[in-house]
């Protein structure tokens, strides 16, 4: 299942006030559109695109997502960001402003799992609170409240069936969902939720920020990982290359202590393991050196609002000897994460001649991280 998420930033959000548009301006320590983009960076989602106006370029060029020229209106640039994406056809679309950094995980899920039984969902609030209408500052009536919600996105469809209604629809729309409808495709109703606020208004962005330094946290992780010996001259641990008669058994370099050490941070953060971000079937990973794996962690991390507090990491083997190179793995895993060394420790056990590692089978290794708000 192919899934991609298409993050909309093409407008200039005149209504946030002055200064640049909204998506660029700061927000808890990082941009509006750093937060969005890092809420749909999650192993379900295959590709993430992002629809800029085309002055952006510049402010955009850092990104590690697809950029798209949008158009001089939100269904335009939506429509441009569908065609985009037309080429290598995913299966289903989320389609999010970028103005919604705050969208949780569940409302996401739950708009992923509707898409099973509807061609369309969207997440919504219903209306709770009393409707008048009214003009120069006086009520003139009321109006019922039932059956009426507050729109949200990410708005998900069935790709081609989005597509399709796209280019059928030739004026500027509410949403998607008015798209989806007007070309007769279902909506279903998933649940939304009030942290997912639009930034709209000045007053927005502190909403914002208090929500995400709120929502952060500390996260504490573990990850444990076994590669097998084979044949070879030397192994690779926690970044330092130890002479030995046998190797590491792997698709990558096979550093157990730094794989273990980066699916704990992914389990920190509740994102998944390596081989769903590095699949293994994948042929370009095939020998990679394991501190991409690691940075791309820690880079996540950092896109969710966390820094590394220290991590612990036991390599468990009866070989090679480990204590005389712990404090150059130590230093080569704080380089790469950008940390201090008194933040990581390197250590060794045996398992006492016992088990897979006892025979000198192959190296095990576990670690934990504790991750804290940035």
Not at 41 to 52: E, K, S
Not at 225 to 247: A, S, T
Not at 298 to 327: Q, Y
Not at 350 to 361: P, Q
Request: proline fraction near 5%; charge should be negative; charged fraction near 25%.
């Amino acid at each position: 299942m192919k899934i991609a998420a298409l993050i909309v930033a093409a407008g200039r959000g005149t209504r946030a006030g002055p200064g640049a548009p909204k998506q660029w301006r700061p927000l808890a320590g990082r941009r509006v559109v750093d937060w969005t983009l890092a809420a749909f960076d999650r192993p379900d989602i295959t590709t993430r695109a992002l629809v800029i106006h085309p002055e952006d370029r510049a402010e955009a060029a850092a990104l590690d997502v697809r950029l798209i020229d949008g158009g001089k209106t939100r269904s335009e640039s939506v429509r441009r960001g569908l065609e985009a994406l037309a080429g290598d056809r995913p299966d289903l679309v989320l389609i999010h402003d970028v103005a919604r950094p705050c969208v949780p995980d569940a409302v996401i899920d739950a708009v992923i799992d509707a898409l099973a039984h509807a061609p369309g969902a969207a997440p919504a609030l219903p209306v709770t609170d009393a409707l008048w209408t009214g003009a120069t500052a006086r009520v003139t009536g009321t109006r019922d409240r039932e059956g009426l919600f507050r729109a949200q996105t990410p708005q998900g469809f069935h790709f081609d069936a989005i597509l399709a209604a796209h280019r059928a629809h030739t004026t500027e729309a509410a949403d998607d969902v008015a798209v989806a409808r007007a070309f007769g495709l279902d909506v279903a109703i998933t649940a939304g939720a009030e942290e997912n606020l639009k930034i709209t208004l000045p007053a927005d962005f502190a909403r914002a920020e208090s929500l995400l330094k709120g929502a952060a946290a500390m996260r504490i992780g573990t990850g444990y990982d076994v590669h097998q010996f084979c044949e070879g001259d030397h192994v690779m641990l926690c970044g330092v290359k130890l002479p030995h008669e046998r190797g590491l058994k792997g698709h990558s370099d096979a550093d157990v202590g730094m794989h273990a050490l980066t699916d704990a941070i992914y389990g920190a953060l509740a994102r998944g393991d390596i081989g769903q971000h590095f699949p293994p079937s994948d042929p370009q990973w095939k020998g990679a050196e394991s501190h991409i794996f690691l940075r791309h962690a820690v880079d996540l991390a950092k896109d969710m609002g966390f820094t590394l507090g220290n991590a612990d990491i036991t390599l468990i083997c009866e070989r090679p000897k480990v204590g005389p190179h712990s404090e150059r793995m130590r230093q080569a895993l704080a380089e790469i994460m950008g940390v201090g060394m008194d933040q990581v420790s390197v250590k060794a056990t045996t398992s006492e001649k016992l088990g897979f590692t006892g025979r000198e089978e192959g190296i095990a290794a576990q670690a934990s991280v504790l991750l804290v708000p940035a």
